[in-house]
Antibody, heavy 119, light 107 residues
Framework: EMHLLESGGGLVQPGGSLGLSCAASGFTFSSFAMSWVRQAPGKGLEWVSTISGSGGNTYSADSVKGRFAISRDNSKNTLYLQMNSLRAEDTAVYYC????????????WGQGTMVTVSS | DIQMTQSPSTLSASVGNRVTITCRASQSISNWLAWYQQKPGKAPKLLIYKASSLESGVPSRFSGSGSGTEFTLTISSLQPDDFATYYCQHYNSYSWTFGQGTKVEIK
């Protein structure tokens, strides 16, 4: 069974940094693009960043460009999101998601990890 | 950037009702559209991809249609497990955009 498990969320002060991880199992991790999607409390879904299967290509939303960095370690079946210069508006549940290579939809999601940016 | 607009924002319905949710794109997106269901405190679940293809394991009462700029998600006979928020999503040029969501409530 395909499974994603996020970790690393927590409370951080504005301007601070935090790193998230997403451990994958049940599929050939290196064959699929992976993404981070976030959801602020009581709000809708917002795409954050995507990385290709090889890790050679990355894409990010304008709202996080230059502050967040997505990466992956295919030897460890793990996806990462390094978040710097955090702002209050980055407060959200962060989900990792696997991209289906035929439809570009997100077919497998983790349970999410909460990031709170507050002083 | 392509904008995705869902309607209605909230929908009240009874068990057994036929329910339709609309998603409109600000420009033509062919059939690059997905639908997700999300329950409180849970991750989204993929229901429909490429506008009308049913994801494996999703009940057949869910269906999607449309192409170009207008798309619909239909639940043919609403079940108690279907009360949730539904999102459309578009992929274009290495950017993914979600609609604002439609909450389906019990009437």
């Amino acid at each position: 069974e395909m499974h994603l498990l996020e970790s690393g969320g927590g409370l951080v002060q504005p301007g601070g940094s935090l790193g998230l991880s997403c451990a994958a199992s049940g599929f050939t991790f290196s064959s699929f693009a992976m993404s981070w999607v976030r959801q602020a409390p009581g709000k809708g879904l917002e795409w954050v960043s995507t990385i290709s299967g090889s890790g050679g290509n990355t894409y990010s939303a304008d709202s996080v460009k230059g502050r967040f960095a997505i990466s992956r370690d295919n030897s460890k079946n793990t996806l990462y999101l390094q978040m710097n210069s955090l702002r209050a508006e980055d407060t959200a549940v962060y989900y990792c998601a696997k991209e289906d290579d035929q439809s570009d939809a997100f077919d497998i999601w983790g349970q999410g990890t909460m990031v709170t940016v507050s002083s | 950037d392509i904008q995705m607009t869902q309607s209605p924002s909230t929908l009240s319905a009874s068990v057994g009702n036929r329910v339709t949710i609309t998603c409109r794109a600000s420009q033509s997106i062919s059939n690059w559209l997905a639908w997700y269901q999300q329950k409180p405190g849970k991750a989204p679940k993929l229901l429909i991809y490429k506008a009308s293809s049913l994801e494996s394991g999703v009940p057949s009462r869910f269906s999607g249609s449309g192409s170009g700029t207008e798309f619909t998600l239909t639940i043919s006979s609403l079940q108690p497990d279907d009360f949730a928020t539904y999102y459309c999503q578009h992929y274009n040029s290495y950017s993914w955009t979600f609609g604002q969501g439609t909450k389906v409530e019990i009437k």
